[in-house]
């Protein structure tokens, strides 16, 4: 779990003058065949080869800039920021997608 943390990180701390709140595991309900299915989509449909066993969400609460900027709302609160990540039988976790 910490090293898909850490891609989170990594992705957030690219996010200007937004500021990390937290960051939280959802549960193991989440690796479910469906859920797996659907990141074994999003892989092919960006022509990777890739073939997933395993999947993981996080959700985290964060605030946007003060002055907005991209996709965010101005000096807002989101919170339930839902991250996807996926890997194959004991290989390194890949960030799949994130957002509401």
């Known amino acids: 779990m910490n090293a898909a943390i850490e891609l ?13 709140h937290s960051i939280s595991y959802s549960s193991d309900d989440e690796c ?12 092919e449909a960006n022509d ?27 000096d807002e609160e989101y919170t339930d920021w839902q991250w996807w990540l996926a890997r194959t039988d004991g290989g390194q976790w890949k960030l799949m997608t994130w957002g509401y």
């Open 8 to 20: 989170i990180k990594k992705e957030f701390n690219t996010w200007d003058g937004c500021e990390l």
């Open 48 to 74: 990777a080869k890739a073939t997933f066993t395993q999947c993981i969400m996080f959700k985290s609460d964060f605030h946007s800039p003060k002055k907005g900027g991209g996709a965010w709302n101005a």
């Open 32 to 43: 479910s065949e469906s859920n797996i299915a659907w990141m074994n989509e999003l892989e």
